[in-house]
């Protein structure tokens, strides 16, 4: 077991993991006088202990609940993407860069939610398996060509990136309760953010449509259609607690401006209806 590779992992989602615990060397150095001391078997047990008291701390059933949810999310875009890598299809260069990066992202983040479920003492959720033609395990949806088709892939990368900026923010206020949770969870949710304008600038290029902005205007798919718009829909909102943007006072602000400017949360159902096509 490598201590220093399962710190170095928590640490790329979690920086602040060392304010948590104590220094890093002191950690490893504990840690190796410990399991020193151990049978090999129990070294486990502790190295959970060691992130229990890190992230264990006032998690209760709807914390697990929306770690697990959290989990399901992650596994599928970590294998999308990991599938993404491997096809052949993305082009060498940036394109190839930004694939294996993000794919590099959302597999520290399965690590995180597993090692953090577990911390809490629960069992994290096992990998489903995933058909993303969208067939429901046919792997004839309307997304079959995703792995052959390069403009096919961005779409789906876009869908999915979007898709789980909302989802992050519609549970975000159930973890309100354990102030390291949600710091974590904040800290996925920016990054996902990222992973969204990235793929939309590499879409809005690759197609050379300059209507495809970095950002969702209203409950526009960006071309994609029909079979993605319930990621999209709610998106046109312009009035943010009970006020009105639109040229809010007398600034000017136009519809899809005001719409642009905060991104709308989606309910635990409604991710897991746009989710479901994906899992066998």
Known sequence: M????IITEVEKVDPEIYDRLNPRRKVIQQFAKLSGKLALAAVPLALGGLFSKAYGRGTNGTILDVLQYALKLEYLEAEFYTKAVQSGIVPAGPPTGAFTTIRDHENAHVAFLKTA????????????TFDFSA??????????????NYGLL??????????GVRAYKGRAAELISNNDV???????????????SHIRYMRRNFLSNTTIKPWITGKDTGGIGAAVQASYNGEDLSTQATIDMVNINGTGIAVNAATEAFDEPLTEAAVLAIVDPFIV
């Open 2 to 5: 490598n201590i220093h590779h």
């Open 117 to 128: 479920i577990t911390a809490s003492g629960s069992t994290p959720g096992a990998k489903p």
């Open 182 to 196: 949600l710091t974590a969870a904040l800290q996925i949710h920016a990054v996902e953010a990222r992973h969204a």
């Open 135 to 148: 067939g429901n395990g046919s792997n004839n949806g309307p997304f079959k060509d995703v792995f052959t």
């Open 154 to 163: 961005l779409a789906v990368a876009q869908t999915f990136e979007d898709t």
